[in-house]
């Protein structure tokens, strides 16, 4: 088993920013991908970005040049700043834990962009 405690969610200006935090504990394999999706009301959710262990990480379109994603492997925490925030960035943002056998998903927290 693994757990997923999240942080730094909040409301935010636009063109404000924000930084999450998700951090794993548990029966953790070293090789392993942490990330982030996000699910709006109404909507599917979708990948903000993910890091694997060894560093490499991918973002969705929407978030690119704004939004990064780093990790800190000996604390199991993998964060994601935010920059440049619009209102359409505002969801429930979930932290996901990926290994070759299984995938752990934490509980989101919630992101609002708005005046």
């Known amino acids: 088993q693994v757990q997923l405690v999240e942080s730094g969610g909040g409301l935010v200006q636009p063109g404000g920013s924000l930084r999450l935090s998700c951090a794993a504990s548990?029966?953790?394999?070293?090789?392993?991908?942490m990330g982030w999706y996000r699910q709006a009301p109404g909507t599917q959710r979708e990948l903000v970005g993910t890091?694997?262990?060894?560093?490499?990480?991918i973002y969705a379109d929407s978030v690119k040049g704004r939004f990064t994603i780093s990790r800190d492997n000996s604390k199991n925490t993998v964060y994601l700043q935010m920059n440049s925030l619009k209102p359409e960035d505002t969801a429930v943002y979930h932290c996901?834990?990926?290994?070759?056998?299984?995938?752990?998903w934490g509980q989101g927290t919630q992101v609002t962009v708005s005046q």
């Open positions: 996901q834990y990926r290994s070759e056998r299984w995938t752990y």
């Open positions: 548990g029966r953790i394999f070293s090789i392993n991908t």
């Open positions: 890091i694997t262990s060894g560093g490499i990480s």
